[in-house]
């Protein structure tokens, strides 16, 4: 069974630096794109970083120049550093993955759980 934990949420102030992980586990051939996504309440879900197998990446005007998406492919595991944190940020950070099963699998997206990112004044 595939799954994606995330790790590395929480209470920060403003300015402030926070790192995410996510991890993905189970039966997995590789690994294409994987992302981050974040809600706000009241918001619909947005695209905050992401990245490709290839080390490619694409941010979101809003944090360009403040969050990094990195990746080791070895621990199947996508980091986003975020610095210089803002109080719009609050919200629940998602990890996206898209997934191969095996060698015959075409890749499908699996979605963490989820971990609250909260920047206060």
């Known amino acids: 069974q595939v799954q994606l934990v995330e790790s590395g949420g929480g209470l920060v102030q403003a300015g402030g630096s926070l790192r995410l992980s996510c991890a993905a586990s189970?039966?997995?051939?590789?690994?294409?794109?994987m992302g981050w996504y974040r809600q706000a309440p009241g918001k619909q879900r947005e695209l905050v970083a992401a990245i490709t197998s290839g080390g490619s990446t694409n941010y979101a005007d809003s944090v360009k120049g403040r969050f990094t998406i990195s990746r080791d492919n070895a621990k199947n595991t996508v980091y986003l550093q975020m610095n210089s944190l803002k109080t719009k940020g609050t919200a629940i950070y998602y990890c996206?993955?898209?997934?191969?099963?095996?060698?015959?699998?075409?890749?499908?997206?699996?979605w963490g759980q989820g971990t609250q990112v909260t920047v206060s004044t």
């Open positions: 996206n993955g898209y997934l191969v099963a095996t060698t015959w699998d075409e890749p499908v997206a699996y």
């Open positions: 189970g039966s997995i051939f590789s690994i294409n794109a």
